[in-house]
């Protein structure tokens, strides 16, 4: 193989794992909290590349600057879903919950679909093709600027989790809820909050894919798939493990892509997924409890 | 005793009204029929042993291709090709099976599990050429009722019917078996009946067995009636939510659950789907809507609901 297609394929599998990484943040955050595994996900971030989408050919707001506007909208959204359709459900059996956040996926897919109907939408924005090269290998500016924002969030979400006083309820509440119950932490707001953030994640993890991805109605299911496949790998509720699962699952993904046929590259991601939820179903990095 | 005659006077209208019904409702109940039998299959497992597969599509896809692909390459009848595919399925799931179960994965890992294989034989068949790629396979349609190819749709509601009454006595059966009992046990909870002496894998890889096989034989069926297969309707999620959702809102783990979520459910989509023509996806739409609503009002399903209302 050669050597520059191979450090290629690295580059853009970790530009694409910092976007991953985010994605998964949110849904680890959101498991950790509530212990839910939200088949939800991917169609709140499909609403965010939406909600990007039209800012921009409506009002010409930026992607970027419109992200201003999609974290504390889809904040909103989060908490809205959690304490109209989650909440009262909160004592429902574990598949049960599962399969409300499917209904749920299932409601916003096709609401789009209806809406919007299924064609291909593309986000034209004047620095779509900037590029740069470091030796001989191509790096997409708007990839770069979306795994550097993913990373940044992340980074800041982790900080906010270790540094605040909320944040500090948040890790409780996922480490111990009848502990957390009893020093009097609001459990119904704190899973309410941790919904939204985990929301506005993924939505702005959308927003900042926009102008090199397309926009359809189903765009969030293979994201929402491969957040799954993250979040395992770095250990349910484990919120840098999704970080650092998300650059493997990135990486896995386009070396799968520039070395085998077809679309294969998927299937590399599945087989990872498989093996790791028989024989480490705890995550690579162990400890699954709202790190 | 009121509740098995108007099962009976059901069935027998079933099977005597179709020949007079125009064809637009005889596409709709054979339509009917197809997720009730779907979701009967995948109330074995999801409903009795209380393992909620989200990759039944992994089952349903090897059997329309197996039956499929025998008749194009080997001129095998698909009556015999879905004997094979149902086989080729129960080994699957088998294997599937004694792997989740073996390193203990339950609830939602269990789930996601089943998931990620319906997705892996999707990615390896819309990679394959040598069984169609993503273009997908098109069955011989010259009429041949040995070939399981009938000239118009009554033959076709007819087999959908057989299958679905296999299916419901196959389900009454197993519900009042010792194995039926030892998978309530396991759903309800596995560490005390495997301390009650229960073998729960041995039940479950039981349970998974007849399931998968009873869905491999309904995606035989739908190649045969469609005429037509390609790896993202046969493998793809949307087949594995079409089996769980009947049985769900029907009362999953109940025998005549999945058929009356199917008869209620499939109407709707069919309503829907009629009044609004050209809005793609506002059916399903409904369906998330009603899976949510069943969930948070009637956990328990149609079926829970109706008990309910005659104990009180």
């Known amino acids: 193989m050669s050597g520059s297609l191979f450090l290629q394929a690295v580059v853009s599998g970790l530009l694409l794992g910092g976007v991953y990484g985010l994605v998964a943040s949110g849904l680890t955050l959101i498991f950790g909290v509530l212990r839910i595994i939200n088949f939800a996900h991917g169609a709140v971030m499909m609403l965010g590349m939406y909600a990007t989408y039209w800012l921009w050919m409506l009002v010409g707001l930026d992607p970027y600057l419109s992200v201003l506007v999609t974290a504390p909208v889809f904040f909103g959204v989060g908490v809205a879903i959690q304490r109209i359709v989650i909440e009262p459900n909160r004592d429902a059996a574990e598949h049960n919950q599962l399969l409300l956040t499917l209904g749920l996926a299932l409601f916003l897919e096709n609401l789009a679909l209806v809406l919007w109907q299924g064609d291909f939408r593309t986000l034209r924005v004047p620095y779509a093709s900037a590029s740069f090269f470091i030796a001989d290998t191509l790096v997409e500016v708007p990839r770069l600027i979306a795994a550097g924002g993913a990373v940044v969030i992340a980074v800041a979400l982790y900080a906010f989790l270790r540094g605040t006083v909320l944040g500090k309820a948040i890790r409780a509440l996922a480490e111990e809820r009848e502990g957390a119950m009893l020093v009097g932490i609001d459990v119904g707001r704190i899973r309410a909050v941790a919904f939204g953030i985990g929301s506005a994640c993924v939505a702005v993890a959308g927003a900042l894919i926009t102008p090199f991805f397309y926009i359809a109605p189903d765009v969030g299911e293979s994201f929402n798939i491969m957040a799954f496949v993250v979040v395992v790998l770095g250990g349910m509720g484990n919120f840098l493990g999704a970080l650092v699962g998300g650059l493997i699952v990135g990486l896995a993904e386009s070396l799968g892509a520039a070395f085998l046929p077809g679309s294969l590259k998927q299937f590399v991601v599945f087989l990872i997924f498989v093996l790791v939820l028989l024989f480490r179903p705890e995550g690579l990095f162990g400890g699954a409890r709202g790190r | ?312």
Not at chain 2, 144 to 162: G, H
Not at chain 2, 195 to 208: I, S
């Open chain 2, 1 to 312: 005793m009121a509740v098995r005659a108007l099962a009976v006077l059901a069935g027998l209208a079933l099977l005597a009204v179709p020949p007079f019904l125009p064809k637009y409702f005889l596409e709709v109940l054979i339509s009917i029929l197809f997720f009730a039998y779907l979701g009967l299959a995948w109330n074995l497992l999801g409903g009795y042993a209380g393992q909620f597969s989200f990759g039944h599509a992994a089952f349903f896809g090897i059997g329309a291709y197996t039956s499929t692909l025998l008749l194009l390459r080997a001129g095998l009848s698909p009556w015999l090709g879905m004997l094979a595919g149902g086989l080729l399925a129960t080994g699957f799931g088998l294997f599937e099976g004694y792997l989740s179960f073996r390193y203990g994965l339950r609830g939602p890992y269990f789930s996601l599990v089943t998931l990620a294989f319906a997705e892996m034989l999707r990615v390896v068949t819309v990679n394959l050429k040598v069984v169609g790629a993503s273009l997908g396979l098109v069955v011989p349609s010259q009429t041949n009722a040995l070939l399981f190819v009938f000239a118009d749709k009554l033959p076709y509601y007819y087999v959908i019917a057989v299958m679905t009454a296999v299916a419901l006595a196959i389900t009454h059966r197993v519900a009042r078996s010792r194995l039926g009992y030892c998978l309530v046990a396991v759903r309800e909870n596995e560490d005390a009946a495997e301390a009650a002496g229960v073998d729960a894998r041995g039940a479950k890889l039981r349970a998974m067995a007849i399931s998968a096989f009873l869905t491999a034989l309904g995606g035989t069926f739908y190649a045969q009636y469609f005429a037509y297969i390609d790896p993202t309707i046969t493998f793809g999620p949307a087949i594995s939510i079409g089996g769980l959702l009947p049985a769900i809102v029907g009362g999953a783990g109940t025998v005549l659950g999945p058929v009356l979520g199917s008869f209620v459910l499939t109407p709707i989509s069919e309503i829907t789907r009629a009044m609004l023509r050209g809005r793609a996806g506002a059916d399903i739409m409904l369906y998330g809507l009603v899976l949510i609503l069943v969930i948070s009002f009637l956990p328990q399903g149609l079926m829970g609901w109706l008990r309910a209302r005659r104990a009180s």
